[in-house]
């Protein structure tokens, strides 16, 4: 519960996972726990005043099922990964006395590689992937909160930097979850932000090309989870692991620079179980943005970060930047 001049509420703790949710997510939890709310008077009062007759949402529910397939985390792969994402972030913050916050936590991927190199972590997530990440992080170092980073829970200040890597562009809302991520974090603290980038650094071909893909996403996204999964693994098949080993091959023969003009070259060090997660990922969800470098400035700026970086390498675009100390 949390008390105000204005309100009380009272959220459910579901496993350990406080559940701090506003809007049509409050019935799609019911729905998921209905016997949690069935333990006692107050519980069933609380289901009551939750019960919605509108729908899950389906971008939620597309990455709920993503993660409950692809749901490893601590691989050597994601160490890998994690060193190319979070590039940006002076080592300084990996220090046990910082406390992190983990704006879209999916599996708890990025959550469990901060947690082993000495911060706490807060990771929040609005779908039920957040019990996939509770599963999957340690307890005494990660704390999960489910929670809409559109009506982020966190009081200002709270953290001492924070990141947010291929979720914003998935948002409803993407500038207001960023102001509320960058309101969490300390003045003077970082933000690491990852968007899918608009190819503005590609030729005509290669943006010609993801216009068709887009196409089929859009298409893809709206069929039938069973027929999407099924799709977005011949995807994987015949598309993503062909090109990534064409890339692959081009780096081996001392062709590095004509490797990286390669589509979905970004894989040809990475297995295909990643090519398949990254194939449903980016074919089974209906709401994508892409930005251009210029337009991922200006909405972390909008949000109120200054000395705002772009890295120059791959994935595009990361970048960090700055609360004011003010």
């Known amino acids: 519960m949390h008390d105000s001049a204005e309100c009380a509420e009272t959220y459910p703790v579901i496993d350990g996972i406080p559940r701090l949710l506003v809007g049509p997510a409050r019935g799609e939890l019911l729905r998921g726990h209905r016997e949690w709310f069935d333990t006692s008077p107050e519980t069933t009062r609380l289901a009551v005043s939750w019960a919605t007759k509108e729908a899950a949402d389906p971008v939620i529910s597309a990455f709920d099922d993503e993660w409950r397939r692809y749901r490893d985390v601590g691989t050597a ?62 307890v005494d170092r990660v704390a999960c909160v489910q929670a809409d980073l559109e009506a982020l829970p966190i009081a200002h200040g709270a953290v001492d930097w924070a990141y947010s890597l291929g979720v914003l562009h998935h948002a409803k809302a993407p500038e207001v979850a960023l102001r509320n991520v960058v309101d969490a ?45 099924l799709v977005a693994m011949a995807i994987a098949v015949v598309v993503y692991w062909p090109l990534a080993r064409a890339a692959a091959l081009l780096e081996s023969a001392g062709a590095g620079q004509l490797a990286d003009k390669i589509p979905l070259g970004f894989y040809r060090h990475l297995s295909f179980r990643t090519m398949r997660n990254d ?38 675009w990361h970048g960090i930047g700055s609360k004011s100390l003010r």
């Open 279 to 316: 194939s449903l990922d980016r074919f089974g969800t209906r709401l994508e943005r892409r930005y251009t470098r210029a337009e991922m400035i200006t909405l972390m700026r909008g949000a109120g970060l200054s000395n705002v970086r772009i890295s120059e390498t791959a994935p595009f």
């Open 185 to 229: 974090v300390r003045p003077g603290g970082t933000v690491l932000v990852y968007l899918y980038y608009a190819l503005d650094h590609r030729g005509p071909i290669y943006r010609w090309l993801f216009r068709a893909v887009d196409i089929a996403r859009r298409f893809l996204s709206r069929q039938p989870r069973a027929a999407t999964r």
């Open 77 to 138: 792969e994601h160490s890998a990964l994690f060193a190319r994402y979070f590039d940006l972030v002076p080592a300084s913050s990996f220090s046990a006395e910082q406390t992190v916050l983990d704006a879209g936590a999916g599996a708890g991927r990025w959550a469990f590689e901060v947690a082993r190199r000495g911060p706490r972590v807060v990771a929040v997530d609005l779908g039920r992937s957040i019990e996939v990440a509770r599963e999957n992080t340690p």
